[in-house]
Nanobody, 125 residues
């Protein structure tokens, strides 16, 4: 069973930065496409960023392009989301997710098989 554990969330002022981490159990992490999603109160879950198995390809939602950076360390079974220039509208629970079956990036949440429990990010104005 694959387990994902997020950390690094918290309260930050607008314009600040946070770095989210996601630790993944299992010996086949390098075979997973990894993604970050978020869900704000009263809203549907939305795609934030995804990264290929090797880390050579990434994809971002338009709303975070230029501010957020996804990365991974296959030796540490971890994926990260560096969030800069945070805005109040970035407030949400952030989830990391793993797709063990596909070889191309996907922004569709239902194509990810494994999910973490989420970490809260709150950006004050």
């Amino acid at each position: 069973q694959v387990q994902l554990v997020e950390s690094g969330g918290g309260l930050v002022q607008a314009g600040g930065s946070l770095r989210l981490s996601c630790a993944v159990s299992g010996r086949t992490f390098r075979n997973y496409i990894m993604g970050w999603f978020r869900q704000a109160p009263g809203k549907e879950r939305e795609f934030v960023a995804a990264i290929s198995r090797s880390g050579s390809s990434t994809s971002y939602a338009d709303s975070v392009t230029g501010r957020f950076t996804i990365s991974r360390d296959n030796a540490k079974n971890s994926v990260y989301l560096q969030m800069n220039s945070l805005k109040p509208e970035d407030t949400a629970v952030y989830y990391c997710a793993a797709d063990p079956t596909r070889s191309v990036l996907t922004i569709r949440g239902y194509e990810y098989d494994y999910w973490g429990q989420g970490t809260q990010v709150t950006v004050s104005s």
